[in-house]
């Protein structure tokens, strides 16, 4: 793929370095929950209306998150990483924003061309132990984290690759499918 390319792949890429004295982030659109107290379903993402909490790996000590919005359904990288899901995403506003642990704004995100409405969301987490680099600051692990969002019909939540320790602490049934499947 040339430099060229890449402007096309990614039309709207958004890459931030968080601090990661809590293994997670958000990206929230900012609207009010219906009921706070209540996720739709847990693991490495805590969903709810609006706004996701994504797990890190709790050894990084912070996160490189890049954060894709394709107009079709994106490359396959799915290899690169440890772990993997892909769910279902409803956009209420289709403006989000990448916040830090404390609710920090890191970026926003525009969800154009597609707007509010239903997205398919791949969530793609890396250890830090892969030798990420330390981005010059002498801060310790970097983990990475790459969101992958592009318009589609909602659908249920896949584990696509699930073979690092943060994978397998959220969705150990993975692992079991794999050793009763042989």
């Known amino acids: 793929m040339s430099a060229g390319d890449v402007t096309a792949a990614h039309p709207d890429r958004v890459d931030c370095v968080l601090d990661a ?23 490495m993402v805590t969903a709810s209306s609006g706004k996701l909490k994504l797990q890190v790996p709790w050894t990084a000590k912070r996160v490189r998150v890049v954060t894709e919005v394709h107009p079709g359904r994106p490359e396959d990288v799915i290899g690169l990483y440890d772990d993997v899901i892909e769910f279902g995403y409803w956009s209420a506003t289709g403006l989000a924003a990448v916040l830090d642990w404390s609710w920090t704004l890191a970026s926003p995100l525009n969800l154009q061309p597609g707007g509010a409405g239903d997205y398919r969301l791949r969530y793609h987490v890396r250890d830090p ?54």
């Open 21 to 43: 004295q809590h293994p997670y982030f958000y990206l929230s659109e900012n609207t009010a929950l219906i009921n706070p107290g209540v996720s739709t379903w847990t693991g």
């Open 129 to 182: 132990s892969h030798g990420a680099a330390d981005l010059g600051s002498g801060r310790g692990a970097v983990a990475e984290a790459l969101i992958q969002l592009w318009p589609a019909k909602l659908g249920g939540k896949e584990e696509l690759r699930i073979t690092g320790a943060l994978g397998n602490f959220w969705h150990p049934g993975s692992r079991l499918k794999i050793v009763w499947n042989g």
